[in-house]
C-alpha cells in the first residue's frame, strides 16, 4: 500500500510539473457564465475557486488528488493529469472537506449530487446536439403497488411519437448505475440526444425509453439491502475499486446465474408490476416481448441479467453494459430465454481488463452464445474504462441493433 502511495505521489508531481499547453476553454458542461473548470488540447483539467483563508485546496477526480497553488488574491488554481475522453465525476477538497465546484453543473453519482465535466471526445458527434427532429425526455411520477410510495423516473419520446399521433411504439427500460439515479442516463448518458441523431440518421427505429431508479425500491418495512442482494466479485460502485479478477465470481455457472437472478430485488417487482403496466397503460406502446428490450450499466448490467433470465417471455431485446456476461451454461435451465431472444449485448471498456480480455470478456460470452443459437453482440469500447464514455457508446450501438 505505501509503495501504491508513492508511486501515486510521484505520478501526480511528474503531471504537475509536465509541459502545460496553454489552448484551455471553459468546459461544456460548466454553468452558465463560468469560465472555470477548463480543459485544454491534452485532455488536462483546470480548476480554479477563491478561497483567500484556505490552507490547502486540492482538484480531485478520478480518485487522484492534484495540488492547487494560491495566488496573493487567495485564488487557487491547478491542474490535472490527461484524462479519458467523456464525463467525469470530481469534486474539490479544501481544507480536507471535500465539496462540489461552484463553477459546474450537478450530477447525481457516488450516491450525492456533486461536479461532473465532460473531456472532448473525438466521436462526440453522436452525442452533440443537432438540428434534428427533437424528441422529448419527461418527468414521470407514479404511484408503486409494490413499495406503496409514489416514484419517479423519466421518460424519452421521440419526434415521431408527436408527428404521428397514431402510431405505437417499443420501449426499452433503461438502468443505471450504482451510486447514480434516473437522472444518469438523461444527464450524464446524453439519452435523448444520442435517440434524436441516430432516428434523423436512419440508424435507429424510433422507441420510447423509460429510466428508473434501481436502487431505491423497498416493500413497506424492508431495509435497504444494496440493489438486491450479495454481489461477490459484482460490479462496483462508479470510481470505485475494482475488485482482483474482473466483475465475475469464480463459481459455476449454475450458481453464477442463481446469484444473477437476486439481483433485481424488490426493483424487479416495480418494474414488472407497476413501471411496464403503467408505461403502456398512458402511452402509445407495442405491448409484447417483441418489442420491449430492458438494458443498463455496471450495477444496472446485473439488474438487467437477473430481471431478463427471470422473466424470459418478457424482454427479446437485452443488453448489459460493464455488467458481466451472461454464459451460454446459464440458459440451460432456462429455455424460454432462448426462443423469446432476438438480442443479446454486452459492451465494457477496453480498459476494463476482466471484461474486455482473457476468459472472462464479452468477446468470448458472445461467441458462446452463439454456438447455442443466441443472437449474441459484443462491443469493446477504445480506451475507456468503468465510465461514462464507455456506456454512451454502448447504447449508441445496442440502439441499432433494436427492434428491426
Do not use: C
Amino acid at each position: 500500500m505505501k509503495k501504491t502511495l508513492l508511486l501515486m505521489a510521484a505520478f501526480v508531481a511528474v503531471s504537475a510539473s509536465a509541459q502545460v499547453t496553454e489552448d484551455f476553454k471553459p468546459a461544456s458542461t460548466n454553468q452558465e457564465g463560468k469560465q472555470y473548470p477548463m480543459v485544454n488540447s491534452q485532455r488536462m483539467v483546470r480548476a480554479q475557486i477563491s478561497a483567500p483563508e484556505a490552507n490547502s485546496v486540492k482538484l480531485d477526480i478520478g480518485g487522484v488528488k492534484y495540488e492547487m497553488k494560491k495566488d496573493a488574491n487567495g485564488v487557487w488554481t491547478g491542474e490535472s493529469a490527461p484524462q479519458d475522453e467523456g464525463f467525469h465525476y470530481y469534486q474539490l477538497n479544501i481544507d480536507g472537506a471535500s465539496v462540489p465546484d461552484p463553477g459546474s453543473k450537478y450530477y447525481y453519482g457516488a450516491s450525492r449530487w456533486g461536479s461532473g465535466i465532460d473531456i472532448p471526445a473525438a466521436d462526440e458527434d453522436f452525442y452533440t446536439v443537432k438540428n434534428v427532429p427533437q424528441g422529448s425526455v419527461n418527468e414521470v411520477y407514479y404511484y408503486s403497488s409494490v413499495t406503496q410510495q409514489m416514484r419517479h423516473g423519466y421518460i424519452y419520446l421521440p419526434a415521431e411519437y408527436y408527428a404521428n399521433p397514431t402510431k405505437k411504439f417499443p420501449v426499452l427500460y433503461l438502468q443505471h448505475g450504482m451510486g447514480e439515479n434516473e437522472t444518469g442516463w438523461g444527464a450524464q448518458g446524453k439519452t435523448g440526444i444520442i435517440m434524436d441523431n441516430l432516428i434523423a440518421a436512419g440508424k435507429a427505429v424510433p422507441f420510447i425509453i423509460f429510466m428508473d431508479n434501481g436502487l431505491n425500491a423497498r416493500k413497506p418495512g424492508e431495509q435497504p439491502q444494496g440493489f438486491g442482494g450479495p454481489r461477490p466479485g459484482g460490479p462496483r460502485p462508479q470510481g470505485g475499486a475494482r475488485p482482483a479478477g474482473g466483475q465475475r465470481p469464480r463459481m459455476s455457472g449454475a450458481d453464477f446465474a442463481k446469484m444473477a437472478r437476486r439481483m433485481g430485488g424488490a426493483f424487479e417487482e416495480v418494474l414488472i408490476k407497476d413501471i411496464i403496466p403503467m408505461v403502456e397503460k398512458n402511452y402509445r406502446v407495442i405491448a409484447d416481448a417483441d418489442h420491449r428490450a430492458m438494458a443498463g450499466l455496471s450495477m444496472g448490467g446485473m439488474q438487467t441479467h437477473g430481471i431478463t433470465l427471470n422473466n424470459p417471455k418478457t424482454f427479446a431485446y437485452v443488453g448489459i453494459f460493464s455488467g458481466g456476461t451472461i454464459g451460454a451454461d446459464e440458459l440451460t435451465d432456462v429455455p424460454d430465454f432462448k426462443a423469446t431472444n432476438k438480442v443479446l449485448f454486452m459492451s465494457a471498456g477496453g480498459k476494463e481488463k476482466g471484461m474486455a480480455e482473457g476468459e472472462g470478456s464479452v468477446i468470448n460470452a458472445a461467441e458462446g452464445l452463439k454456438k447455442i443459437g443466441i443472437n449474441a453482440h459484443s462491443y469493446i469500447s477504445p480506451e475507456t474504462a468503468h465510465e461514462w464514455q464507455t456506456w454512451r457508446r454502448s447504447l449508441y450501438q445496442f440502439a441499432q441493433l433494436l427492434f428491426k
